[in-house]
C-alpha cells in the first residue's frame, strides 16, 4: 500500500471527500448563436436570436473564492488536487481537471463553513491540537517523522498546511456535531425493544449490507446526470473507492457514511426496481446506474447474510496449500505431463498428516496455514472449501507462469449462532444514523446562510 493510500484510509473523513471524477462532456466558452423558445413560450419577450457575450458555461469559474471573508486560492485549490491524484494513483486527464478543480473547490467552501462555524461558536479548533493529529498521521504513515510527511506532500505538489487545514476542518465538525446535534438526538427505549423483537421475527431471512449512491436529476437533467453516474461507475470498476464517491457525489443522505446503508432487509429499499437488482447481486458486486423515480442509483452489495444466523463464511479453517510450478521453456507436453502427475499423487494422499512426506515426490511444496476465514478466500473458492470434508482437496487452479495449487482442508472450526446485537448496540446504530442525516441539514443551513463570492 502507497503512503498516500495508507494517508487516505486513516485520516479525517473529509479526506475521503476527494475524489477522482469528470463530467462526460464539456460545454462550448466562444460565443455561440443560440435559438430562443418559440413565440408562444416566450414569455420572457427575448429575441429570437442572440449571441452570448460572455462565458457561456456560469459553472466554470476561476477556482478562487471568499467565503464570508475568508479567502480560498488557486493555491489551495492546488494542493487538495494534488492530494487527490496521488492518494487515487492516476493522472487526470486534461478535459477532466477542470471540473475536478470545481468539485475540490465546492469541498473547500464547505470545509471553510464548517471551520467558521466552529469559531463562531468559539469551539475553534488550536494549533496544538491539528498539530498532534498530524503527528498521528505522520507515526501511522511514516514511523514518528513528520518531517518525512512534510517532505512526501511537497513531492507530489502539495502541502502540510493543506492536509491541516483538512484536519481542522474535520476536527471542528465533529466539535460541532458533538454540542449542537448529538445532544438533542433521542432514541427512546421503546423504539430499540421494537428493532430487537422485528429482528426475532425475522430470524433466517436475507438480509443485505448494501453501498448506494444516488444522483437526483429533473427531466432536463436526465441525459446529463446518467452521463456523470455512468463516468463514475466506469470509475469504480477501474478501482476507485466506492466509500469516497459515495461521499463526493451521492445526494442521498448516507453520503457522510460513504453511501453505507448498513444492514436492511429488500423492502427498506421501497422501491421495487431497486429490490429485484439487489436481489440478484453477488457480494462485491457493482451494478448500475439504474434508472428510478428523481434520478439514478449505483448499488454496491458490501455483503450478505441470514438474520440472527451464523455466517458459515465466518468459519476457521486450517489450509495446506500444496503447489507445484513449472521451469520456463518447457513445453506445454512436459507441464501437461507434470500436472496430471501432480493431481493423481494430491488424490492419493490420505489426508493431512500425508501432504507433508507425498509433496516432494511430485515436486510440491506445502504451505501450513491457520485461522484462514472462509471470506477471506477468493470467492470463486469460497463455495468449494465450506463443502470439503477434512482431508479433502479443492480443484487445482493456477496457471504454467504463477504455478498451480491445491488447498487441503486440515480443520475447520464454524462461528456460534448469532445471537444478535444487544440493546447498547442497536441504540448506538439508530442514534448515529440520525446524527447523520441532522448533519447533512446543519451543513445546508450553513450553506444557505454563506456570503460567498467567486473571483
Not at 155 to 181: C, D, H, T, Y
Request: aromatic residues 4%; proline residues 4%; glycine residues 8%.
Amino acid at each position: 500500500m502507497s503512503a498516500a493510500t495508507e494517508y487516505m484510509r486513516v485520516t479525517a473523513k473529509t479526506i475521503s471527500k476527494l475524489l477522482t471524477f469528470a463530467a462526460a462532456a464539456g460545454m462550448a466558452t466562444a460565443p455561440i448563436a443560440v435559438q430562443a423558445q418559440s413565440a408562444t413560450d416566450n414569455t420572457l419577450d427575448l429575441p429570437a436570436n442572440f449571441s452570448m457575450l460572455g462565458d457561456t458555461n456560469p459553472n466554470i469559474r476561476k477556482a478562487t473564492a471568499v467565503v464570508n471573508g475568508s479567502v480560498i486560492t488557486g493555491t489551495d485549490v492546488d494542493h487538495r488536487v494534488a492530494l487527490l491524484v496521488a492518494a487515487n494513483r492516476t493522472e487526470l486527464p486534461a478535459d477532466e481537471l477542470q471540473r475536478v478543480r470545481t468539485q475540490v473547490l465546492r469541498n473547500l467552501i464547505d470545509e471553510t463553513l464548517q471551520i467558521q462555524a466552529a469559531t463562531a461558536q468559539e469551539l475553534a479548533i488550536t494549533s496544538e491540537e491539528i498539530d498532534q493529529t498530524y503527528a498521528r498521521v505522520a507515526a501511522q504513515n511514516f514511523g514518528q517523522r513528520a518531517d518525512a510527511m512534510d517532505e512526501y506532500l511537497a513531492s507530489i505538489g502539495s502541502s502540510p498546511g493543506s492536509l491541516k487545514r483538512q484536519i481542522a476542518g474535520e476536527l471542528a465538525w465533529q466539535r460541532l456535531m458533538s454540542r449542537n446535534v448529538a445532544p438533542f438526538v433521542n432514541v427512546s427505549a421503546e423504539e430499540v425493544n421494537e428493532l430487537i423483537t422485528r429482528l426475532e421475527a425475522s430470524r433466517g431471512t436475507d438480509e443485505y449490507r448494501i453501498g448506494e449512491i444516488f444522483l437526483s436529476s429533473t427531466p432536463e437533467s436526465a441525459a446529463t446526470v446518467q452521463a456523470n453516474a455512468e463516468k463514475i461507475v466506469e470509475q469504480l470498476r477501474q478501482g476507485g473507492s466506492f466509500v469516497a464517491y459515495a461521499r463526493q457525489f451521492s445526494q442521498a443522505s448516507t453520503a457522510a457514511v460513504g453511501g453505507d446503508l448498513g444492514w436492511i432487509q429488500l423492502g427498506q429499499l421501497k422501491n421495487a426496481q431497486l429490490e429485484a437488482v439487489a436481489r440478484e447481486m453477488q457480494p462485491g458486486q457493482l451494478v448500475g446506474p439504474v434508472s428510478i423515480p428523481g434520478g439514478v442509483s449505483i448499488l454496491y452489495l458490501i455483503d450478505k447474510r441470514q438474520i440472527l444466523m451464523a455466517d458459515p463464511r465466518d468459519a476457521l479453517l486450517s489450509l495446506k496449500q500444496i503447489q507445484i510450478t513449472f521451469e520456463p521453456g518447457t513445453t506445454q507436453e512436459e507441464n501437461r505431463g507434470k500436472l496430471d502427475r501432480f493431481v493423481a499423487g494430491v488424490q492419493a494422499m490420505r489426508g493431512c498428516g500425508d501432504a507433508e512426506t507425498a509433496a516432494p515426490a511430485l515436486g510440491a511444496t506445502v504451505v501450513t496455514n491457520d485461522q484462514i476465514r472462509v471470506r477471506s478466500l477468493p470467492e470463486q473458492l469460497q463455495d468449494i472449501v465450506l463443502n470439503l470434508q477434512l482431508g479433502q482437496t479443492t480443484p487445482p487452479f493456477g496457471s504454467a507462469e504463477e504455478g498451480v495449487r491445491v488447498l487441503m482442508l486440515c480443520g475447520r472450526d464454524d462461528p456460534k449462532l448469532e445471537s444478535g446485537p444487544d440493546f447498547d448496540t442497536l441504540m448506538g446504530q439508530l442514534e448515529d444514523e440520525r446524527i447523520n442525516k441532522r448533519a447533512q441539514s446543519y451543513l445546508r443551513d450553513l450553506r444557505n446562510d454563506a456570503y460567498i463570492e467567486y473571483n
